[in-house]
């Protein structure tokens, strides 16, 4: 079945450090990537949406200017966290579909931040 | 989307039928049933989705109620590794495109 990697899948880093995540659908043509973010015994909470080419849409209270998004293929997205501090650790997850609504939306296994 | 209730939480045992019920009682018309689980530190996967019929695939079961207000997702055979959130999402067909909005889901433990 259609599979999405996601990289890396743990990280450590010093608060004001800048961390990339990269999201790649391995099978598929990704026209529309989604990023979330998971706060320990939470729910997924949406932090954007981007379509192949486009700007990213940020979903209300998630600043652009801190959370990088680039989606710039089909087949990789990427979020880069800047500026990074300890209240940005949390477990990011990435999702992606393609033009065929009937299919699933397909996950990533997440990366875990953690900053120091 | 329209919201939907799940229990917070449900206990099985190895072996045996599980049925996580979820209550959609302002379903639209268009809205398809999504099930999606999330296994410890990893991220959700697609389980099964159906509009009015009941839908029957390798990992388990949606039965839809008649007037499509509640359903149910059935494992027939709960294996400790079906120990995960669940999650019962409605999404309209016409925005088929946008993001799976989540909720708090069930939290299904599964006991040897």
């Known amino acids: 079945g259609a599979v999405v990697s996601q990289h890396p899948s743990w990280v450590i880093c010093k608060s004001g450090t800048s961390v990339k995540i990269e999201c790649r659908s391995l099978?598929?043509?990704?026209?529309?990537m989604f990023w979330y973010r998971q706060f320990p015994k939470q729910s997924l909470m949406l932090m954007a949406t981007s379509n192949e080419g486009s700007k990213a849409t940020y979903e209300q209270g998630v600043e652009k200017d801190k959370f990088l998004i680039n989606h710039a293929s089909l087949t990789l997205s990427t979020l880069t966290v800047t500026s990074a501090h300890p209240e940005d650790s949390s477990f990011y997850i990435c999702s992606a579909r393609n033009r065929d609504l009937n299919q699933p939306q397909h996950f990533g296994d997440g990366t875990r931040l953690s900053i120091l | 989307d329209a919201k939907t209730t799940q229990p917070n939480s449900m206990e099985s045992n190895e072996e045996e039928p599980v049925h996580l019920p979820c209550n959609h009682s302002?379903?639209?018309?268009?809205?398809?049933i999504h099930w999606y689980r999330q296994l410890p530190s990893q991220g959700p996967e697609y389980v099964i989705h159906g509009l009015t019929s009941n839908v029957n695939n390798r990992m388990a079961s949606l039965a839809i109620a008649e007037d499509r207000k509640s359903s149910t997702l059935i494992l027939h055979r709960a294996t400790l590794r079906d120990a995960a959130v669940y999650y019962c999402?409605?999404?309209?067909?016409?925005?088929?495109?946008?993001?799976?909005?989540f909720g708090k889901g069930t939290t299904l433990s599964v006991s040897s």
């Open positions: 302002t379903i639209s018309g268009t809205d398809y």
């Open positions: 999402i409605l999404r309209d067909v016409f925005q088929a495109g946008t993001a799976l909005i």
């Open positions: 099978d598929f043509q990704a026209t529309t």
